[in-house]
């Protein structure tokens, strides 16, 4: 497949098929992930993957998505927003639940930090949480290219998970990942049109 068909392909799910990743795609996509540059040249990243319902619970305990979605609650919060960004919203939120207890697959990134997140003063104490996503970009487009599919959830209380899953203190959370196979009945939302043109700008902005 061709780079820039990857790129067409690779979108948002939160929707998957009862079906089992194969091991080889996992590897395969956690192999390019360590392609991806890094700030300090050390590629700090680990992948924890979990298939378990007990591991899985934990997760949403920790992240108390166990509590019921007032739809509209959520409706009234994003009344003023961007239509593109609330539909985006009303479709991910009532579903977090839900997507990381169907996904045949979660996978937790973790990451070294330079600096604790809470303590950076500049971007450059921020360099290990960039490389850490171009890692996440490369195992995400790995995946698309064998017809695999996932969403990223940034968590809030990854003190709670860290304990739970006995990830080391010194490392941090870049995402949770519940990914599979897509659903036939998968919400694939529009995507915010730009005018890349506008955007690009010479020696000024």
């Known amino acids: 497949m061709e780079f820039k068909e990857v790129l067409e392909k690779r979108?948002?799910?939160r929707?998957?098929?009862n079906k089992e990743v194969p091991k080889a795609v996992i590897d395969y996509a956690i192999e390019n992930g360590f392609k991806a540059p890094t700030y300090n040249h050390l590629r700090e990243w680990d992948f924890i993957i979990i298939k378990?319902?007990?591991?899985?619970?934990?997760?949403?305990?920790?992240?108390k998505l166990d509590k019921s979605t007032d739809l509209n609650e959520l409706e009234e919060m994003f009344r003023n927003k961007d239509r593109i960004m609330k539909e985006m919203y009303m479709d991910?939120?009532?579903?977090?639940?839900?997507?990381?207890?169907?996904?045949?697959?979660?996978?937790?990134?973790?990451?070294k930090p330079k600096t604790k997140i809470e303590k950076a003063k500049k971007t450059y104490d921020l360099n290990c949480?960039?490389?850490?996503?171009?890692c996440i970009e490369n195992f995400l487009l790995s995946l698309a290219e064998h017809d695999v599919y996932g969403v990223t959830f940034i968590p809030q209380n990854i003190g709670t998970i860290k304990s739970k899953?006995?990830?080391?203190?010194?490392?941090?959370i870049a995402a949770i990942i519940p990914l599979?196979?897509?659903?036939?009945?998968?919400?694939?939302?529009?995507?915010?049109?730009?005018?890349?043109?506008?955007?690009?700008?010479?020696?000024?902005?």
Not at 92 to 111: H, T
Not at 129 to 134: D, G, H, N, R
């Open 11 to 13: 979108r948002t799910v």
């Open 52 to 63: 378990s319902i007990e591991s899985k619970l934990k997760l949403i305990e920790s992240e």
């Open 92 to 111: 991910a939120i009532p579903k977090q639940k839900k997507m990381i207890l169907e996904a045949p697959l979660v996978v937790i990134v973790v990451f």
């Open 180 to 205: 599979g196979y897509k659903s036939d009945k998968a919400v694939i939302l529009q995507q915010k049109p730009v005018d890349i043109a506008r955007r690009k700008h010479y020696e000024r902005w």
């Open 15 to 17: 929707d998957f098929q």
């Open 165 to 172: 899953l006995e990830i080391p203190d010194e490392l941090e």
């Open 129 to 134: 949480l960039a490389s850490v996503w171009t």
